[in-house]
């Protein structure tokens, strides 16, 4: 079975073995047979692709058809279990499969417990986000986790059971219900490359059960840990030197790339790719709308390589992929690797992930603000902003991680700039450290030997206005604000989902009180992570403000009205993007045009007044007059433009 005929044919006779199998699924549940029609369409349209990419995987295993067969039957009665309401939403989405690109898609991110306490209450915040202009809600990890550190809910002990403290897994189906009606699609983090050490397959596998042990990479001494070792990096180098954690009670060594309590599967066992597509496709019931895949480039472990976005990392969620297609059609993947910008983007396909975080650009906003030079930012956006057609960004400021400086030291090289110095500037800058900077961020898993460390801090805090309000410099107030606009004027027209961490609409500075709670003290990633402030919502419907309820108004009102601004711009839609080759480098030119409609987006990222010249704007735009969106002036290109500080203009022909 070497070449792709082989293959082909292959497919096709193990489909026909198959199909009797399916046949008794059918009678056990009491499918009809004019039920079963949709699925049979989907199954010979992806089962080829579905085959070769699990042949490539496991083909040289014994028992392969038998895991092949039981990965059918599962998806089969996953497909059974899902409602006629969700069926129906994967017939309209198969007939318009670019419904996650519009102009009105606009995301929101949070922590159910620290943004309302529980999922009930939850829902009753619907109108909120409608108020804000969200279509897309993700809620990080609400599912079962292990007691005391368990890294902001990413060490998950049952994806089927909700954290008793925020609800059930009826009060999450519940909320995805009310959320389609209100017109958001819901979106949950499928934690898939680890599991926690409490898991019932990490216990079992404790309790000595072989089958289990085979679910996890579990060694009986250092000799193949140390091999490996050779090749990886650290990823959380404060926490846990290397990679394994030596387990008292088995008395052997575990692989766990991030925490030591988050066990890594083991996905070359197919038992271990059946079960966790179980746990997708049941979350898919729930009514989930796009699952962002967490760590990504992790899940693929060889002997010699660094571990990090092997080939079949990628073949794995491609297969993954096909069998959603067949079974829940209506769900996307995004993906999240915060790796280099070439790997990045080798993830976005919509064979495999339709969606993917933009990190380069999230930092590259960062570094932009820093330098008040916009050059790397334009030479990584000249090439490295496009996408496959069916697929799109999710662009963000921040999130609930860290900031990494994830910028190609080439595109950097091709402007003058060494990458591994720029780094340590910008580490130093967003500290705090660097003379003249405005940031109040943390450090977060600084390793001396790399000199590699990201940064932590609220998106408010990074632009200035925690300094500014703790020295009451109103200059440095405004100049502040100013740069939280700029930000989300570029994230809210570049083009994809714009995402905001919700808190970040209030302008939420550092929470440096995170340090009292022992379980999150260790991860200055919690300083970014506040709890909402709901008083403020009662100060922006008071027609009486001062002082810092003066402030959060604007900062809120500015944001809501960019997002209602966006959703009356078509040209937004998509990812056509062009750069406008300004001579000004403190400044951001792009033209965004999609089936006729035309935006021009100007982003001075200093704080001081910048010129661009009228002509470029002409010829670029194709007009001499433009009527600015957002301050509602006109511009005549017949001369120069003056942009004002850290002003942000989208543009229409008037």
């Not at 334009?378 to 090439?383: A, C, P």
């Not at 960019?562 to 009356?568: M, S, V, W, Y």
Request: aromatic fraction near 12%.
């Amino acid at each position: 079975m070497n070449s792709s005929f082989d293959i082909s044919l292959e497919a096709e006779l193990s489909l026909k073995r198959l199909l009797p199998r399916l046949e008794e699924v059918w009678r056990e549940r009491r499918v009809p047979p004019d039920g079963t029609h949709a699925f049979l369409v989907r199954l010979l349209e992806y089962w080829p692709r579905l085959f070769e990419h699990l042949f490539e995987l496991y083909g040289n295993r014994y028992d392969f058809f038998y895991h092949l067969e039981q990965i059918l039957l599962a998806t089969a009665r996953c497909w059974i279990d899902r409602s006629p309401h969700l069926k129906e939403v994967d017939l309209r989405r198969i007939h318009q499969p670019d419904w996650f690109a519009s102009e009105n898609m606009v995301g929101g991110a949070l922590y159910v417990d620290l943004f309302s306490e529980n999922l009930g209450k939850l829902q009753e915040t619907i109108p909120y986000f409608q108020e804000l202009g969200l279509t897309y809600l993700h809620l990080m990890p609400l599912f079962a986790v292990r007691p005391g550190a368990n890294d902001g809910g990413y060490a998950i002990s049952n994806y089927r059971s909700v954290d008793p403290q925020l609800g059930t897994i009826e009060d999450l189906r519940s909320l995805g219900q009310k959320l389609r009606e209100a017109g958001i699609s819901l979106v949950l983090d499928f934690v898939f490359n680890h599991t926690s050490d409490d898991h019932e397959w990490a216990q079992r596998a404790q309790a000595g059960e072989r089958e289990y042990q085979q679910f996890y990479y579990i060694f009986p001494d250092r000799v193949m840990p140390d091999l490996y070792e050779r090749t990886l990096r650290e990823i959380f180098p404060t926490v846990r030197r290397g990679n394994f954690t030596w387990h008292d009670g088995m008395r052997q060594w575990v692989w766990t790339t991030f925490n030591s309590y988050q066990w890594d599967l083991n996905y070359s066992n197919p038992a271990v790719f059946r079960a966790m597509l179980e746990e997708m496709l049941f979350l898919a019931n729930m009514g989930v709308d796009i699952l962002r895949l967490d760590a990504v480039a992790f899940v693929w472990k060889q002997m010699g390589t660094s571990c990090e976005n092997l080939p079949q990392a990628h073949t794995l969620i491609r297969a993954y992929n096909a069998l959603v297609r067949i079974a829940a059609p209506a769900l996307l993947f995004k993906s999240e690797a915060i790796v280099h910008p070439d790997d990045v983007v080798r993830y976005v396909d919509p064979r495999e992930c339709q969606i993917s975080y933009n990190p380069t650009l999230m930092a590259l906003l960062w570094e932009a603000l820093a330098t008040r030079d916009t050059k790397l930012l334009r030479q990584s956006l000249g090439h490295r902003q496009r996408l496959p057609p069916g697929t799109i960004w999710t662009n963000y400021l921040r999130c609930h991680d860290d900031i990494g400086w994830t910028f190609d030291d080439l595109d950097a090289a091709a402007v003058g700039i060494n990458g591994y110095d720029h780094r340590q500037f910008l580490n130093q800058f967003y500290t705090g450290q660097f003379e003249g900077s405005f940031a109040r961020g943390v450090p977060f898993q600084h390793n001396p030997a790399t000199g590699d460390m990201r940064i932590s801090g609220t998106l408010a805090s990074l632009a200035g206005l925690e300094q500014a309000i703790d020295v009451g410099n109103e200059q440095l107030i405004d100049q502040a604000v100013c740069r939280i606009i700029l930000l989300h004027g570029m994230i809210l027209s570049i083009g994809g989902i714009p995402l905001l961490y919700l808190g970040e609409e209030w302008g939420m500075l550092n929470d440096y009180d995170f340090v009292k709670d022992p379980a999150k003290a260790g991860d200055t990633r919690w300083i970014h992570r506040p709890k909402m402030r709901w008083d403020y919502l009662e100060e922006l419907e008071s027609s009486e403000h001062s002082g810092e309820g003066s402030l959060r108004k604007r900062i809120f009102t500015s944001i809501q009205q960019l997002i209602a601004l966006r959703k009356q711009l078509p040209a937004i839609a998509g990812l056509q993007m062009e750069l406008i080759p300004l001579k000004n480098t403190h400044v951001l030119g792009f033209l965004r045009s999609h089936q006729g409609d035309r935006l021009m987006v100007l982003g001075n990222f200093s704080e001081h007044p910048q010129q661009v010249e009228g002509n470029t704007l002409r010829t670029a735009g194709l007009g001499r007059f433009f009527f600015d969106r957002i301050s509602q002036r006109e511009f005549n290109t017949s001369e120069n433009i003056t942009l004002e500080p850290y002003q942000v203009a989208w543009l229409v022909r008037s």
